[in-house]
């Protein structure tokens, strides 16, 4: 069987004072960028919680990476100001950093993937010391007689499932990248859309476009960056994840952390309506 190579960190998030510093560097050239919307449904429970953020697929020449649009543009950010006053470098990437990770909850990752190949690395900034686990990649089904125009694009459709979720998607043979957004791959085109049963989680295509100007794809240099790694099962990684959210409220209750009642209600119920990850666990 086909197996997916999962990289994950757990890394605590930028919240007060400290400044997103990792050490990037240049791994690819963007060749192509396609934009995604996507639209998730916070709580499992209620259709009354709900987000969205523009993601984007960089196709190099050799590497791909899926990112919300906001992180590559910190990222960028952090590397254009690398050589100015410490000052203002910190207080900028902190800025960009401080609105990606407010705005993108469900999306604060990146993705890279050989252009032609299955495997990828899976990267999310969250709170703890960085972890990886194996994954299988997936098995698609092909619809028959399902052509329709998504976003401009003949399209065909396949079927797929992926940690308790069934997927419908939408591929292109138009544009010859066996690529798609979050960890979807293996189709004979890019997937123009994807989307769960449910409509919780949804991706569509809004714009494809060849890049004609100098974009570079970067990655987190972890030794540099003195970011250990720590192999744990798949299972176990989303176990963790769930048990950090439920950490943050025991904070909470914490005497010597003074926060206005109401303000601490509003944070608690935020946090644990937060509980419709695409990776269900």
């Keep these: 069987m086909k197996k997916i190579t999962i990289l994950l960190s757990l890394m605590l998030p930028v919240l007060l004072n400290a400044a997103y510093k990792p050490t990037l560097s240049p791994v690819d050239t963007v060749q192509y ?6 639209d998730y449904q916070e709580d499992s429970t209620s259709a009354l919680y709900k987000g969205n953020a523009y993601m984007c697929l960089q196709i ?28 203002l470098r910190n207080s900028s990437v902190q800025k960009a950093f401080v609105n990606d990770f407010a705005s993108t909850y469900f999306a604060r990752y990146s993705i890279f993937s050989g252009l032609n190949v299955k495997s990828i690395d899976f990267y999310e900034g969250t709170y703890k010391p960085y972890h990886f686990y194996e994954e299988t990649c997936f098995n698609w089904n092909f619809v028959a007689d399902s052509d329709t125009t998504i976003a401009g694009y003949l399209c065909k459709k396949a079927l797929t499932s992926y940690r308790g979720r069934n997927f419908e998607a939408w591929y292109t043979l138009e544009i010859p990248f066996s690529k798609g957004p979050f960890k979807f791959n293996g189709l004979p085109g890019l997937i123009v859309k994807i989307k769960d049963t449910k409509e919780e989680h949804v991706f569509e295509l809004s714009s494809f476009k060849k890049v ?63 509980n419709n990850q695409i990776d269900k666990y």
């Design 33 to 38: 960028l396609a934009t995604y919307k996507y």
């Design 212 to 274: 004609n100007y100098e974009s570079l794809i970067y990655t987190v240099d972890y030794k540099k960056s003195n970011l250990p790694l720590t192999e744990i099962e798949a299972d176990d990684y989303f176990k963790l994840k769930r048990n950090i959210q439920l950490e943050r409220l025991g904070i909470f209750g914490n005497p010597d952390i003074k926060l206005d009642p109401e303000k601490l209600d509003e944070v608690s119920q935020k946090i644990l309506r937060r």
């Design 60 to 87: 190099g020449n050799r590497l791909c990476r899926f990112a919300a649009r906001s992180r590559i543009t910190t990222d960028s950010i952090h590397v254009a100001l690398k050589n100015t006053d410490s000052n």
